[in-house]
């Protein structure tokens, strides 16, 4: 007789692929009040990740790129929709159990902390009192020399370079299932942007992270299996990258002519 | 001799967990209960007032002074007049700081004043902890006068904390700074609940040359009020810096007094001074590491008066 068992439960869907997908965004809208009328800043967003990928999320400013990555960590409520993580619906979760469940954000604006040292900072993020050479490395992995670093404050004396950088640290020394980052290259240069690329690679390739970054850099959308863009507050497309790359290049261009009509400079940045 | 109360308090005050080595004097409850002198530092009692003078030789280096206070009988009120003389090219470490614990109901009360001369070339570091406990109505009271007077060359390090438990406190501090000399302050107070914090620090910048840096950080929780005035005279060619920084809670109240004076063409003054709550960015990026949005608060206020 066959054996049927019926506590299994597997609540995680595969795709076509029979690849699982841990991170599922359904029927997500997100609207905010201003000035006594509600404004639209998502719009019914359906998007599936799978574990082990890598994502880049792309489109141009004001799209709803980060409100999306803040909806996912909890730090913005939805109006609408639901949220599952490794099958569990984590919608009315707050942050800190999103966390704890190994999401981990990198903010595109990362706050300054009086008082606070880059050591200290690191301490937490990995959770525990952890060797001091476990913290050179990951300041290593986003390019700054450890010895000048570790005990300086997380304060007004960093660059704002430093300090993004230091924000990527904090997310890379977590032990994570999904890592987010919020337009890592803003304010580095580009040694640093060439380090922080094969840091991201590396990221993915050793702990298995899935990647979810937000960028308008083409070195990151070449690094996704896959590209989502975002604008006017929906998903226009997804697709491997491999297929949306032609594309999104034909758009920069065609984007940076319009501007060259009426009078902008050739090299205006096409996307900010 | 020492209880174990009057251990914690010690410990509390001046990160004694035992006799300590070097120079000291203990005054518990209005007497001296311990003392010892080096041969490089003096304590002798005054004649005419309670207290005390600590005299520290010329060129006395990496030698330390503690003078700790406690208080731990109910409604006890206590007056000092302390007189330091730290000699000409010596570097010493002057520890002071009041531990009162007050079970009852009448309030207990330090006042005291410490009068600094810091000779010319010298350096002095001096750290004054204040620290209260006990469940009893009773307030616990420290009205500390600092005066400190620092000659040619002189450097003088200030550590001010106040974190727990004192009820109401005057601080009093005027500092006069002569050509070359260095002051650097810095205090940390936390109020809670509905204790009232007032300091007063009057920098005058004296000779030429003379520098001074004022960082005041503070936390006002609950109905507790804070009140500052930072003022620096700027008489000669000199150069003086205040940033003062608080953080407010609850139904708590914090002013905020700057004044900055110059009485010559190159004295440079700056004020900066600043009261906000928690940015929320700070609570939210720590909550993203997996701290609760508490335990993300204490870390941030552990953090700004460390």
Same mark, same amino acid.
């Given at each position: 007789?066959?054996?049927?068992?019926?506590?299994?439960?597997?609540?995680?869907?595969?795709?076509?692929?029979?690849?699982?997908?841990?991170?599922?965004?359904?029927?997500?809208?997100?609207?905010?009040?201003?000035?006594?009328?509600?404004?639209?800043?998502?719009?019914?967003?359906?998007?599936?990740? #799978?574990?082990?990928?890598?994502? $880049?999320?792309?489109?141009?400013?004001?799209?709803?790129?980060?409100?999306?990555?803040? /909806?996912?960590?909890?730090?913005?409520?939805?109006?609408?929709?639901?949220?599952?993580?490794?099958?569990?619906?984590?919608?009315?979760?707050?942050?800190? %159990?999103?966390?704890? +469940?190994?999401?981990?954000?990198?903010?595109?604006?990362?706050?300054?902390?009086?008082?606070?040292?880059?050591?200290?900072?690191?301490?937490?993020?990995?959770?525990?009192?952890?060797?001091?050479?476990?913290?050179?490395?990951?300041?290593?992995?986003?390019?700054?020399? $450890?010895?000048?670093?570790?005990?300086?404050?997380?304060?007004?004396?960093?660059?704002?370079?430093?300090?993004?950088?230091?924000?990527?640290?904090? /997310?890379?020394?977590?032990?994570?299932?999904?890592?987010?980052?919020?337009?890592?290259?803003?304010?580095?240069?580009?040694?640093?942007?060439?380090?922080?690329?094969?840091?991201?690679?590396?990221?993915?390739?050793?702990?298995?992270?899935?990647? @979810?970054?937000?960028?308008?850099?083409?070195?990151?959308?070449?690094?996704?299996?896959?590209?989502?863009?975002?604008?006017?507050?929906?998903?226009?497309?997804?697709?491997?990258?491999?297929?949306?790359?032609?594309?999104?290049?034909?758009?920069?261009?065609?984007?940076?002519? !319009?501007?060259?009509?009426?009078?902008?400079?050739?090299?205006?940045?096409?996307?900010? | 001799?020492?209880?174990?109360?009057?251990?914690?308090?010690?410990?509390?005050?001046?990160?004694?967990?035992?006799?300590?080595?070097?120079?000291?004097?203990?005054?518990?409850?209005?007497?001296?209960?311990?003392? *010892?002198?080096?041969?490089?530092?003096?304590?002798?009692?005054?004649?005419?007032?309670?207290?005390?003078?600590? &005299?520290?030789?010329?060129?006395?280096? *990496? #030698?330390? /002074?503690?003078?700790?206070?406690?208080?731990?009988?109910?409604?006890?009120?206590?007056?000092?007049?302390?007189?330091?003389?730290?000699?000409?090219?010596?570097?010493?470490?002057?520890?002071?700081?009041?531990?009162?614990?007050?079970?009852?109901? #009448?309030?207990?009360?330090?006042?005291?004043?410490? %009068?600094?001369?810091?000779? !010319?070339?010298?350096?002095?570091?001096?750290?004054?902890?204040?620290?209260?406990?006990?469940?009893?109505?009773?307030?616990?009271?420290?009205?500390?006068?600092?005066?400190?007077?620092?000659?040619?060359?002189?450097?003088?390090?200030? #550590?001010?904390?106040?974190?727990?438990?004192?009820?109401?406190?005057? +601080?009093?501090?005027?500092?006069?700074?002569?050509?070359?000399?260095?002051? @650097?302050?810095?205090? +940390?107070?936390?109020?809670?609940?509905?204790?009232?914090?007032?300091?007063?620090?009057?920098?005058?910048?004296?000779?030429?040359?003379?520098?001074?840096? @004022?960082?005041? +950080?503070?936390?006002?929780?609950?109905?507790?009020?804070?009140?500052?005035?930072?003022?620096?005279?700027?008489?000669?060619?000199?150069?003086?810096?205040?940033?003062?920084?608080?953080? @407010?809670?609850?139904?708590?109240?914090?002013?905020?007094?700057?004044? &900055?004076?110059?009485?010559?063409?190159?004295?440079?003054?700056?004020?900066?001074?600043?009261?906000?709550?928690?940015?929320?960015?700070?609570?939210?990026?720590?909550?993203?590491?997996?701290?609760?949005?508490?335990?993300?608060?204490?870390?941030?206020?552990?953090?700004?008066?460390?």
């Amino acid at each position: 007789m066959q054996e049927y068992n019926h506590s299994f439960n597997y609540r995680l869907q595969t795709n076509k692929w029979g690849e699982m997908e841990m991170l599922q965004i359904k029927d997500l809208s997100l609207h905010v009040e201003e000035g006594g009328s509600s404004v639209e800043i998502l719009r019914n967003i359906n998007l599936s990740f #799978e574990e082990k990928k890598f994502y $880049a999320i792309t489109g141009p400013n004001g799209g709803g790129k980060s409100s999306l990555a803040k /909806v996912i960590m909890g730090i913005v409520k939805p109006t609408q929709g639901s949220i599952y993580f490794n099958g569990e619906d984590i919608t009315s979760l707050g942050i800190t %159990d999103r966390a704890k +469940r190994k999401m981990g954000y990198a903010f595109q604006q990362p706050p300054r902390f009086k008082g606070f040292k880059i050591k200290d900072l690191l301490n937490l993020s990995f959770g525990e009192e952890t060797s001091e050479q476990a913290i050179c490395d990951v300041l290593l992995e986003v390019g700054l020399c $450890a010895q000048d670093y570790l005990n300086r404050d997380v304060d007004a004396s960093l660059s704002g370079g430093e300090l993004k950088r230091i924000e990527i640290a904090t /997310v890379i020394a977590r032990d994570l299932t999904l890592a987010i980052f919020d337009e890592p290259e803003a304010g580095i240069d580009l040694w640093s942007f060439q380090k922080l690329v094969e840091t991201f690679k590396k990221m993915h390739k050793d702990k298995e992270t899935i990647m @979810i970054i937000i960028s308008h850099q083409e070195k990151i959308l070449r690094l996704a299996d896959e590209v989502i863009i975002i604008a006017d507050g929906t998903v226009k497309e997804q697709a491997k990258r491999d297929d949306i790359m032609p594309r999104i290049v034909q758009d920069l261009e065609c984007g940076c002519n !319009k501007t060259c009509d009426i009078g902008g400079s050739a090299d205006a940045e096409p996307i900010g | 001799m020492l209880s174990q109360l009057d251990k914690k308090l010690l410990e509390k005050v001046a990160d004694l967990h035992e006799i300590p080595q070097g120079a000291y004097n203990i005054r518990k409850n209005g007497s001296g209960i311990g003392r *010892n002198t080096t041969n490089n530092i003096n304590i002798v009692n005054k004649t005419d007032q309670s207290g005390i003078d600590i &005299i520290v030789k010329p060129g006395t280096v *990496n #030698e330390s /002074v503690h003078i700790p206070v406690i208080l731990s009988t109910e409604g006890f009120q206590d007056m000092v007049y302390n007189t330091f003389d730290i000699g000409e090219g010596s570097d010493v470490l002057v520890v002071a700081g009041c531990g009162i614990h007050s079970g009852g109901d #009448e309030n207990s009360q330090h006042d005291g004043v410490h %009068d600094f001369i810091v000779r !010319k070339g010298a350096k002095m570091r001096y750290v004054e902890k204040h620290y209260g406990e006990g469940d009893g109505t009773g307030k616990r009271i420290l009205n500390p006068k600092t005066i400190i007077t620092v000659e040619q060359d002189g450097v003088a390090e200030i #550590e001010l904390v106040q974190i727990k438990g004192v009820d109401q406190t005057i +601080r009093d501090t005027e500092v006069y700074l002569h050509n070359n000399a260095r002051l @650097i302050v810095t205090e +940390r107070l936390l109020t809670y609940a509905d204790q009232e914090a007032e300091s007063k620090i009057t920098v005058e910048l004296l000779g030429e040359e003379s520098t001074a840096q @004022i960082i005041s +950080r503070s936390v006002a929780q609950d109905q507790s009020k804070q009140i500052f005035y930072l003022n620096m005279l700027g008489k000669n060619k000199c150069r003086g810096h205040i940033q003062c920084d608080s953080i @407010i809670m609850d139904q708590a109240v914090v002013r905020a007094v700057p004044e &900055i004076s110059a009485y010559h063409t190159d004295a440079q003054l700056i004020h900066e001074a600043a009261i906000g709550k928690i940015a929320s960015e700070q609570i939210l990026k720590l909550m993203s590491l997996g701290l609760s949005e508490n335990e993300a608060e204490e870390k941030i206020l552990e953090g700004f008066l460390k």
